[in-house]
């Protein structure tokens, strides 16, 4: 079989347990593009958690005030 060039893991299922173990990398090393993904992946994170923030802190608030205003 070929080494793949990104990085990879190999999933074992033994007994009643799972296994992970990373891949042997290729006699050359894998290829960087991991790093990029992952700066890609952080900054969407990032980014619709701060969406999920804001949206829960304006809901919030407006529940607040409607109940405040109702007493």
Sequence with gaps: LQIPK???WIFLYVGKQ???IEGPPPSLGFLSKEDRDNKL???VTGSLTL???L???IIGSR???K???SN
Aim: aromatic share 24%; glycine share 0%; hydrophobic share 50%.
């Design 67 to 69: 109940y405040n205003s």
């Design 18 to 20: 799972d296994v992970v």
């Design 55 to 57: 949206f829960s802190f």
């Design 41 to 43: 992946a952080l900054k």
């Design 63 to 65: 529940r607040s005030i």
């Design 6 to 8: 990104e990085p990879y």
């Design 51 to 53: 969406l999920f923030l």
